[in-house]
Structure formats: structure tokens, C-alpha cells
């Protein structure tokens, strides 16, 4: 059981069973009564958001949501193929169960499949990953990394922003929680 003090952004927990994620929260102590915390919950399956209020100290649940360690392998027709890596089961996941992760996957990256009542509902990518740039204006001599940013597609088929110095074939991190570009970390061979 969790109380309210152990609120934090990125808790799961269970509420009128359906599994939520805290974004964000706010302990409250006001002059006359007694104490609050107000949160911002989204659910994990629908992706919903939801403003609640609990009293401090109020108790909740823990969702029943196990890890496993999964490593896509490829898409086919739609269908991402991930596989279990301990026992090299093999599991198709539609483009709307991956939501926006399916942006920033690349062949043979592990991820963390969350699975809450023996079914995934979510897919955790590693925080950072590094992808190839495939489409993107070519870059002029002179651009700064604090010149500005372009569109840039990337081999995964996700468009981020970059720093207009970055071209076709470079290598570079992307940061997938914010889904933003951090650093470049090889060049093609332009």
C-alpha cells in the first residue's frame, strides 16, 4: 500500500481498478482543515487524464503490473514482433498499442513490456536511444547549434526536431521521454 506522502511523478497506482501513472502532484495545508494532496493521474491503458484530489494520508493500491524484459525484432504489415528474452516467446503488438514508442523503435533494442492482468499495455523504451537521420534539409556551412532547429525524419520513421548542422546519415540521441533530440553522436558520410 502506498500513501499519499509517497506520491512522486511516475508512481503507478491502482484506482477503481484501472491502473494509473501520477504526473503530477501538489501537497496542500491549508490554514483550517485538514491536509490534501491534489494530483494529476493518467491512465495506463487509455491514456486519459484525471485530476484528483486525496486526503494526506489516504492509502492506495499498488497496481498487479509485472516487468519483462521483451526485444522488438521487426514489423511486419503493421505488427511489431517483440520476444520474450527469457523465453524466446514471440508477441505481436499493434501500432495503437505502442502509441507514440513506435516512433523511436529500432531493430533489437530491449524494452520493458508492462503487463497488468496477463495482457501488455505498455512498452518502456530505454531513455535514451540513437537513431540514423534518413530525410532532413541539407545543413549549411556556418549553422550553429544554437542557430535554430529543422525537421528530421529519423530510420524509425519518428520526426524530431534538430540543430540545423545535423544531415542525412548522422547518428543521433533522442531522449524518449521528452522525445527530443539531446546530442549527435556519429556523422554520415557526407
Do not use: W
Amino acid at each position: 500500500m502506498y500513501s499519499t506522502a509517497d506520491f512522486r511523478t511516475g508512481l503507478k497506482i491502482e484506482l477503481d481498478g484501472k491502473p494509473f501513472t501520477v504526473i503530477e502532484f501538489l501537497h496542500v495545508k491549508p490554514g483550517k482543515g485538514g491536509a490534501f494532496v491534489r494530483t494529476k493521474l493518467k491512465n495506463m491503458i487509455t491514456g486519459q487524464v484525471l485530476e484528483k484530489t486525496f486526503r494526506a494520508g489516504e492509502k492506495v493500491t499498488p497496481p498487479n503490473i509485472q516487468e519483462k524484459e521483451m526485444q522488438y525484432l521487426y514489423q511486419n504489415k503493421g505488427e511489431f514482433c517483440f520476444m520474450d528474452t527469457e523465453s524466446f516467446e514471440q508477441i505481436f503488438l499493434s501500432a495503437e498499442q505502442l502509441k507514440d514508442n513506435k516512433l523511436f523503435l529500432k531493430e533489437n533494442t530491449n524494452v520493458k513490456a508492462l503487463i497488468y492482468n496477463d495482457s501488455i499495455m505498455d512498452v518502456e523504451l530505454p531513455n535514451f536511444v540513437d537513431l540514423t537521420v534518413t530525410q532532413t534539409e541539407p545543413g549549411i556551412k556556418g549553422n550553429t547549434v544554437t542557430g535554430g532547429g529543422k525537421p528530421a525524419t529519423l530510420e524509425s520513421g519518428g520526426v524530431i526536431q534538430v540543430p540545423l548542422f545535423i544531415n542525412i546519415g548522422d547518428t543521433v540521441r533522442i531522449d524518449t521521454r521528452s522525445k527530443e533530440y539531446i546530442e549527435r553522436v556519429g556523422q554520415g558520410d557526407n
